[in-house]
C-alpha cells in the first residue's frame, strides 16, 4: 500500500511539476532598444521598458463541470480544467490552472476508513492535518516537508452510484491544494 502511495505521489508531483511549469513567474523580457529616425534618416536607439511580468492567482475551483467521461463522473474545477487517462493506472487526471487531481476506482489497498487514512499519512509527517467527514466518505489535507519543499496532500475517498472512489493529490502550493479538495468533494454521477 505504501510502495502505491508513494509511486502515485511521485507520478502527482512530476506532472504537476511538467504541466504547470513550476511556480516562477514568466520571465521579464529583456529592454530591448526602440529605433527612431533623426532628421538626416539616421537611425539611433534608445531603450523601452516592458512592463513587468506578474503571476497570475490560481483560479478557484468550481463553476466549471468537468466530466471524468472513463469514470461516468462529473467535477467541479477551475475553468480550463480537462479531464485526461491517468499517468498511472486505470484512473483520470484533472489538469488546469491552479489545479491538478487524480480520481480512480478505488482498490482493496486505499484506506477505506479516515483513521486508517490518517494512519497512512503518518510516514509522511504529516502537519496541520484537517479532516473531514462526508455524507458519503471523508477528506484529509495535510503538509509536508521533503526534499523539494513543502507539499500539499489531498486524499479524498467517496462511495458514488455504490462505487468507492479514491481521489488525491501532492501540490506544491496551497492554492492546489484548495482547489483539488474541493474538485474531489463535488464528484457526482
Do not use: H
Not at 71 to 88: F, H, S
Not at 107 to 122: N, Q
Request: glycine share 8%.
Amino acid at each position: 500500500m505504501r510502495t502505491t502511495m508513494i509511486l502515485t505521489a511521485a507520478a502527482s508531483t512530476l506532472a504537476l511539476l511538467a504541466c504547470s511549469g513550476g511556480d516562477k513567474p514568466a520571465a521579464k523580457p529583456a529592454d530591448k532598444p526602440a529605433a527612431q529616425t533623426t532628421e538626416k534618416g539616421a537611425s539611433t536607439s534608445q531603450p523601452t521598458s516592458a512592463a513587468p511580468a506578474t503571476a497570475a492567482a490560481a483560479p478557484a475551483a468550481g463553476g466549471n463541470e468537468v466530466a471524468l467521461t472513463k469514470l461516468a463522473l462529473k467535477a467541479e474545477a477551475p475553468a480550463g480544467t480537462e479531464a485526461k487517462d491517468a499517468i498511472v493506472g486505470e484512473g483520470v487526471m484533472l489538469q488546469g490552472p491552479g489545479l491538478i487531481v487524480s480520481v480512480e476506482v478505488s482498490s482493496d489497498t486505499r484506506p477505506k476508513t479516515i483513521e486508517d487514512a490518517k494512519k497512512d499519512a503518518e510516514m509522511y509527517t504529516p502537519k496541520n492535518l484537517k479532516e473531514e467527514k462526508l455524507a458519503d466518505g471523508y477528506a484529509i489535507s495535510f503538509e509536508n516537508e521533503g526534499g523539494m519543499g513543502k507539499n500539499y496532500w489531498v486524499m479524498v475517498r467517496r462511495e458514488i452510484g455504490g462505487k468507492a472512489y479514491w481521489c488525491e493529490t501532492t501540490a506544491s502550493q496551497p492554492e492546489q491544494q484548495e482547489n483539488a479538495l474541493k474538485a474531489c468533494k463535488s464528484l457526482k454521477p
